[in-house]
């Protein structure tokens, strides 16, 4: 079974910063199954990225991913007031059907 | 736009049976092309995937959970369910339905399937509780 671990556990920054998100899997992960979901307090995770750099129907181009193997990165370009969340990491399919979630970073304004 | 409503009891005793029903919008739970997923998540805490089935009814489950678990499919009624036996305290969470997608994906010049949860539900909090 693979293991995500995200870091940082909680990321403080100002809108208009960059922010930096990293998800490493324990084993090497095939990239088409890495995505990233934004979870705001109180409403269902939204799906953001599939593939680990294809950004979903209607996210914004300040949300790019990269990565592959076992080093996953989330990138915020600009960041804006409604981006302060709670991002995962998600990887299925790496076993036949499996799904697994990282644990999650904190996005808080500073 | 799809919608996944999720539905059942808000409090279940220890030891009984968590039953829950997410009714889908349309007839795409019919399709191949999807599975149909819970996730749970205890409050404040991260993502558990509980399992996932297809619409024939071939399903998958967490392994930390697998013992405990069936997830069923009617497709008859655009429904998916979950029953989680054995309650305990620690299975008070919120209770979200999904619905997951495969895409053809190239990365670095190779194609393959991509896996990932494109719709939610809105969630339902269950409380295991005397």
């Known amino acids: 079974e693979i293991v995500l671990t995200q870091s940082p556990g909680t990321l403080s920054l100002s809108p208009g910063e960059r922010a930096t998100l990293s998800c490493r899997a324990s084993?090497?992960?095939?990239?088409?199954?890495l995505a990233w979901y934004q979870q705001k307090s109180g409403q269902a995770p939204r799906l953001l990225i599939f593939?680990?750099?294809s950004r979903a129907t209607g996210i914004p181009d300040r949300f790019s991913g990269s990565g592959s193997g076992t080093d996953f990165t989330l990138t915020i370009s600009r960041l804006e007031p409604e981006d302060f969340a709670v991002y995962y990491c998600?990887?299925?399919?790496?076993?036949?059907?499996?799904?697994?979630f990282g644990q999650g970073t904190k996005l808080e304004i500073k | 736009q799809l919608q996944l409503q999720e539905s059942g009891p808000g409090l279940v005793k220890p030891s009984e049976t968590l039953s829950l029903t997410c009714t889908v919008s349309?007839?795409?739970?019919?399709?191949?092309?999807?599975?149909w997923a819970w996730i749970r998540q205890p409050p404040g805490k991260g993502l558990e995937w509980i399992g996932s089935?297809?619409?024939?009814?071939?399903?998958f489950y967490n392994s930390s959970l697998e013992s405990r678990v069936t997830i069923s499919i009617d497709t008859s009624r655009n429904q998916f369910s979950l029953k989680l036996n054995s309650v305990t305290a620690a299975d008070t969470a919120i209770y979200y339905c999904?619905?997951?997608?495969?895409?053809?994906?190239?990365?670095?010049?190779?194609?393959?399937?991509?896996?990932?949860?494109?719709?939610w539900g809105q969630g339902t909090l269950v409380t295991v509780s005397s």
């Open positions: 089935i297809s619409y024939s009814g071939s399903a």
């Open positions: 084993q090497s992960l095939n990239s088409r199954y």
């Open positions: 999904a619905r997951r997608t495969e895409k053809m994906i190239t990365l670095g010049g190779l194609i393959g399937w991509g896996y990932f949860f494109d719709y």
């Open positions: 349309d007839d795409s739970i019919g399709s191949s092309a999807y599975y």
């Open positions: 998600q990887q299925y399919g790496s076993s036949p059907y499996m799904c697994s």
């Open positions: 593939g680990a750099s």
